[in-house]
């Protein structure tokens, strides 16, 4: 398990502090939250987007990150399925689906 620890993110008047996040070293980590709690300052902070806003203690470096963000019709032409597939590493329908489960989206999978 990997641990960033002492996160702080502030920027005009919005304010993310997070003490300690336990991770895998490895593989789909999922952040989920409500509309403005600071999911997408958070991923552009790890992804070293964000550096003038943010700090944070982490000795692991990215080598892949994408973003797949809320909107359901991230691409309007793909299903919820076709545009999870398109940001994913593996093409594997299998664990597509796994995703898709996590997500509560199975359902939507089809949906344009």
């Known amino acids: 398990?990997?641990?960033?620890?002492?996160?702080?993110?502030?920027?005009?008047?919005?304010?993310?502090?997070?003490?300690?996040?336990?991770?895998?070293?490895?593989?789909?980590?999922?952040?989920?939250?409500?509309?403005?709690?600071?999911?997408?300052?958070?991923?552009?902070?790890?992804?070293?987007?964000?550096?003038?806003?943010?700090?944070?203690?982490?000795?692991?470096?990215?080598?892949n990150l994408s973003f797949h963000f809320q909107d359901i019709k991230v691409f309007g032409g793909l299903s919820v399925f076709e545009n999870l597939d398109l940001v994913s590493h593996k093409s594997d329908q299998d664990y597509l689906m796994f995703l898709l489960n996590e997500l509560n989206l199975a359902d939507k999978k089809d949906q344009r």
Do not use: C
């Not at 952040?31 to 600071?38: E, L, P, T």
């Open 1 to 63: 398990m990997e641990e960033i620890s002492d996160f702080i993110f502030d920027k005009d008047g919005f304010k993310l502090q997070l003490k300690s996040v336990q991770h895998p070293s490895s593989g789909v980590i999922l952040v989920n939250g409500a509309s403005g709690a600071g999911k997408t300052s958070f991923m552009r902070s790890l992804a070293g987007l964000e550096t003038k806003h943010s700090s944070f203690n982490w000795s692991y470096k990215f080598n």
